[in-house]
Structure formats: C-alpha cells, structure tokens
C-alpha cells in the first residue's frame, strides 16, 4: 500500500485531486474533520487543553469554546505551538489507526489530507508527498463561493497560511491548479498511475463489494 500525502494551502483544489485517488481505491483521511470530531469528542485531548488553556475556553456544559481559544492563541506564537504540541499528537495518533485498517483492507493507496502535513510530522508516514497549489486569485474566489464570507476575511485566511511556493519546496510532487477541473483531474490521474502499483488498483477493483 502507497501512502500518499496531500497538502497546500486552503482553495486550491485539494478536494478534487483526493477524488481523483478514491476513484483508484484509496481511503482518505482528512486531518481537519479528524480534528474538529476530537475538539467535540476525544475527552484526553480536551483534558490536556483545559490543563494548558484553562477553564475559560470551555463553556458551562464543558463543550470547548474554539473562538476563546482562537482569540488566545492567533495573538500568541507561544500559546498556538502549544496547541499545535497538543493536537497534532492525538491527530497523527487517530492517521496511524487509519493507516493499519486501510492496509488491513488490502487498499492499494491511503491518502493524507492535511494543511499542517509537514508541520505536524505526518509526512514521516508517507511514502510521496505532493503539493496542490493555485494562484492567490483563484483560491480567493473559490474561498468566497465556497464558504459564503467576505472578500476582507478570505484575504485574511490567505494572507495567515504560507504561500503556494513553501509546499511545493517541501513536497516531492506539485499539481498547480492554473486551469479547469478537468484539467487539474487529468493532471492528478496522470501523477497518481506513476505512484500507485496498477496491479494493485486491478486487485482491488476485482474484490467484491462486501470486502471493500
């Protein structure tokens, strides 16, 4: 089984590509829905971050208040490595249970979907890393679309990640979404049939149903 990591700044096309890898039969972890489900349910975490944080970023009900810990930790470098220092572990701990069910299930490819890849030590699980990286411009509209908000606040969220060209210097592979999907589909298809074994994705694709 290939692991394949995916990461690059938010807009750029990132769904796209990792559709492109369902399609050969990998499974796909995405670390931000991982994420978000622990901020409401993984009680360890949730402990370590009241014990940093303190009780103020938790309401009544005891369920984590994101904006008060945004508001602490966008301000301060320090407070955000630490947050980062805590959740990454309990992220990289829940890819790895997801790596050995998706290998147990014979998968020819597993695929990373992480922003934080490099930063969080998850590109150590991957056997290729490849960057999906697009033009400011193109990732503001796609941004504005897709999430209903501001031209001011997509700029911002743009403006708070790094740049296109820091993924794709630490990445093995780039897709630069400069054209249609179909385009950008192509390019994935192309990349990934280099990648990934074809006796394998022919394996999988011959199982039953039931057994996938």
Known sequence: MVVIGITGPTGAGKTTVLNVLAEFGAEVADCDALYHNMLESDESMLGELKIRFGEGVFGADGTLRRKALGDIVFGDPSALADLNAITHRYVVRRVDGFLARAKE???????????????SGLAERCDVTVAVTADDELRLRRIMAREGISEEYAR??????WPSSWYEARCA????????KEELEAAARSLFLSIIPK??????KKRPPRSR
Do not use: C, F, K, Y
């Not at 299930?105 to 930063?119: C, M």
């Open 105 to 119: 299930e014979g998968r020819p490819a597993a695929a990373i979907d992480a922003v934080a890849l490099i930063e």
């Open 156 to 161: 911002r969220r743009i403006a708070a990640q």
């Open 173 to 180: 592979h780039t897709l630069r979404n400069a054209g249609s």
């Open 199 to 204: 006796e394998e994705m022919e394996i999988w």
